[in-house]
């Protein structure tokens, strides 16, 4: 096993246009501007953010190789390299945080290989985002990237996850892309169950941030058009129970009629 000194940091970017010291914590804006080598998504957005953050000076000392759909296996050493030599590394995504639903699993599981220590810096992520507000089960959910891009395959695969949520009442998470949106919507409320919840947490972290969460049935009744925005999706149950099932039992039938007969 390879020993560097250096370490590799794991960036969320901003998941909307905005001013970065009100989306990051203090200390992972402290660590950006500390980091001068930087493995990224797409240059455009990480320009964007360091460039917010750094001064002219840090900016200008600041080195980028990229990391996407299109990188060989065989670069990934050489992207690792000047970690091994001792200097801290950034693995920044081109929005929200590396690894998740993004490039860069590969990467961080050689620099564990070569004995490179791995910090996560904490940041906003969609996908956590949008669980949290959606309202169903966020102890058991499951995150399935895309969906199939022609119809049948989508009708397919929305059949099955209709099925799975019936069977052990998981949280399905999906993304797609924002020209797609109103397809996928389209085809949600055809085939999907009318008890099903739907939830479309749409353009988060932006002004026009939207999130919907309520049965397909409703849905049908007051259909919520969705413009090509980024939108996370999520199917599921509203979670029965979670309160007891966590160890605060609801009061024994009358135990609150007896207290107060005791107060009185």
């Known amino acids: 096993m390879e020993t560097g000194t250096g370490r590799l940091f794991l960036i969320p970017n901003l998941i909307a246009p905005g001013d970065p010291a009100k989306a990051l914590p203090g200390a992972t804006l402290e660590a950006i501007r500390g980091i001068r080598r930087y493995v990224v998504e797409g240059e455009k957005a990480a320009w964007r953010l360091l460039s917010a953050v ?3 000076e840090e ?3 600041t080195h980028f190789e990229v990391l996407d759909e299109h990188t060989r296996a065989e670069a990934l050493p050489g992207l690792l390299e000047p970690a091994l030599r001792g200097e801290d590394l950034g693995l920044l995504s081109e929005a ?3 690894c998740v639903a993004d490039p860069g699993a590969p990467l961080v599981a050689l620099a564990h290989d070569r004995g490179i220590r791995v910090i996560a810096l ?3 992520s969609s996908i956590l985002l949008a669980l949290a507000t959606s309202g169903l089960d966020g102890q058991r959910f499951r995150f399935l990237g895309y969906l199939p891009p022609d119809r049948t395959g989508r009708a397919a695969a929305l059949r099955e996850i209709d099925r799975g949520i019936l069977a052990d009442g998981a949280t399905r998470i999906f993304i797609e ?3 797609r949106n109103a397809a996928l919507l389209e085809d949600c409320l055809a085939i999907l169950a009318p008890s099903t919840r739907l939830c479309v947490a749409f353009a988060l972290g932006s002004a026009a941030e939207t999130i919907r969460s309520a049965p397909v049935a409703a849905w049908r009744r007051e259909p919520t058009p969705l413009a090509k925005e980024p939108a996370i999706f999520l199917l599921g149950q509203v979670p029965a129970g979670q309160v007891e099932k966590r160890g605060c039992p609801s009061p024994a039938p009358g135990t609150g009629r007896r207290r107060e007969a005791r107060k009185a």
């Open 59 to 61: 900016l200008a000392a």
């Open 96 to 98: 929200g945080m590396p």
């Open 54 to 56: 750094m001064e002219r």
């Open 122 to 124: 904490t940041g906003p």
């Open 177 to 179: 892309t924002p020209y």
